[in-house]
């Protein structure tokens, strides 16, 4: 829109308007000679008075429709107003802060992930509304996931971040090594699964075990067997 008012109007528009003006003023000299003939006719008593006043409407109907004909092309010709120009830029001003603010509100309300990965699960279906503060994705980022282990207490003291580990996974021949990447300073019970029955009341630390070496990405959540070969149990 904007544009078209810098432009101005199209040639083809003025050229339009000229003809209609054109059309206009041939009415207005057949109408200006009928009202001139009607008139002598009536001078002479050839006829009636109603006859020439119609022509005389016609005449001033004429005359208005060559004048809006002339005022409508002085119009195109002159071009754009200021004042429209004017109004126009302040209109496309106001329509670019819009889409800024748009795009602002897109970012803020955007959810981006700090690194690249895969989506593991979605809690939430879509149309739920989750509280401020849950988790709606989890990833798994980085080519390879972490092993995470529960370290029994007695190994506590020998594993720290940077300590050596193999890792044992069912369907591998190849024990894979690894290092620890951190463990948790605060003790948690250890669960059913992880110990024998005879040391399921031990306190454990949770350890994350970061592999080396292996080109292809473990399958999530499969069962592992870490040990520490330079974390001497204690006595």
């Given amino acids: ?101 748009y795009e602002l509100d897109r970012a803020r309300l955007t959810v981006r992930a700090p690194v690249a990965g895969v989506v593991d699960s979605l809690p939430f279906e879509r149309g739920e509304q989750p509280a401020a503060g849950q988790v709606v994705a989890v990833l798994l980022a980085g080519d390879q996931a972490h092993v995470r282990v529960y370290v029994p207490e ?35 019970f250890t669960p059913y699964f992880a110990l024998t029955e005879r040391d399921r009341g031990r306190l454990s630390y949770v350890a994350e075990v970061e592999i080396d070496g292996y080109e292809r990405r473990l399958p999530d959540g499969i069962p592992v067997v870490v040990s520490f070969p330079d974390a001497a149990p204690a006595r």
């Fill in 154 to 188: 007695r190994l506590r003291v020998g594993v720290s971040p940077g300590t050596r580990a193999e890792v044992r996974v069912d369907g591998l021949e190849a024990t894979l090594s690894g290092r620890v990447r951190r463990i948790e300073s605060a003790a948690s």
């Fill in 1 to 101: 829109y904007y544009s078209e008012l810098v432009e101005g109007p199209r040639a083809e528009t003025i050229a339009e308007q000229r003809a209609r003006l054109a059309g206009a003023e041939d009415e207005l000299k057949f109408r200006q000679t009928e009202f001139e003939r009607l008139n002598a006719l009536l001078e002479r008593g050839l006829t009636s008075a109603e006859a020439r006043d119609q022509a005389k409407a016609a005449l001033d109907s004429a005359q208005a429709a060559r004048a809006a004909g002339a005022a409508r092309l002085s119009e195109l010709t002159a071009g754009t107003r200021a004042e429209q120009l004017r109004q126009a830029e302040q209109a496309v001003t106001a329509a670019a802060a819009a889409v800024r603010s």
